[in-house]
């Protein structure tokens, strides 16, 4: 009986305080849905100032870490105008982590239908297109057991590296040691192989492994530094 009596007069309160407030209650239900559209307008738009500072930050550290690599070497940063401008869509996960098999896909703005191109990140070498469509276009990583790549050190050192499987890392063997290296050596294309334009930056060297019962032969393990991960919906470059 006192619930009861206590809600009524609860009730009646809110009635009275609406009543000598004169607002109606529609009006209050209205602002109250407008204030929350308004709230979630805000939450959207900074979710999006934030999306774009993090592109921001991304790129800023690209050109940071060409600089650091490129010291001496000429930059091809020119190069990237011969190219179009494209978004990385997706990166396949799934295959890189079980089946060496290391593919990203990008948006195909020009819808090209043919042809193979060098895909870079800023004057990073990310691999080379592998299957077009109008939508998008596939890309081998350079890390992608099919995948060969010519490059050098600003030392004057050449080999032809591969991708074996592993993530972010291509290796090369040398078949002499008349050109010195040394651990965080940098590589760069070398242009020759007529996809990748010459000065893009790859990776560095990380490890040296000598081949047993050769006393010239080395492996050299190349940190890639594209790191696909980190690349979704990021800009790269189609260098047509």
Known sequence: ??????????????????????????????????????????????????????????????????????????????????GSSVYISSFDQMNFNCCKKHRIYIS??????????????????????????NNEIEVRLLSDPEEYISIKTTKEFFCIAKGDGEALTISCLNESKAVSYEIGDTFFTTGFDGIYPAGLIVGRLKNI?????????????????????KSINKRAILHE
Do not use: C, W
């Open 1 to 82: 009986m006192y619930v009861s009596q206590a809600t009524n007069l609860n009730h009646k309160a809110q009635r009275a305080l609406s009543q000598i407030l004169e607002t109606p209650e529609k009006f209050i239900l209205q602002v109250l849905d407008q204030y929350q559209e308004f709230e979630s307008r805000e939450i959207a738009k900074l979710k999006k100032d934030i999306l774009n500072l993090q592109d921001s930050i991304y790129e800023k550290d690209l050109q940071i870490k060409s600089l650091e690599n490129s010291k001496s070497y000429t930059s091809y940063s020119n190069v990237q105008k011969d």
């Open 108 to 133: 195909n703005p020009n819808r090209i239908n043919e042809g193979i191109f060098a895909v870079s990140q800023g004057d990073f070498a990310i691999g080379k297109t592998r299957i077009l469509s």
């Open 209 to 229: 492994e000598n081949i047993e019962n050769n006393l010239f032969r080395q492996k050299l393990d190349i940190e890639l530094f594209f790191d696909p991960f």
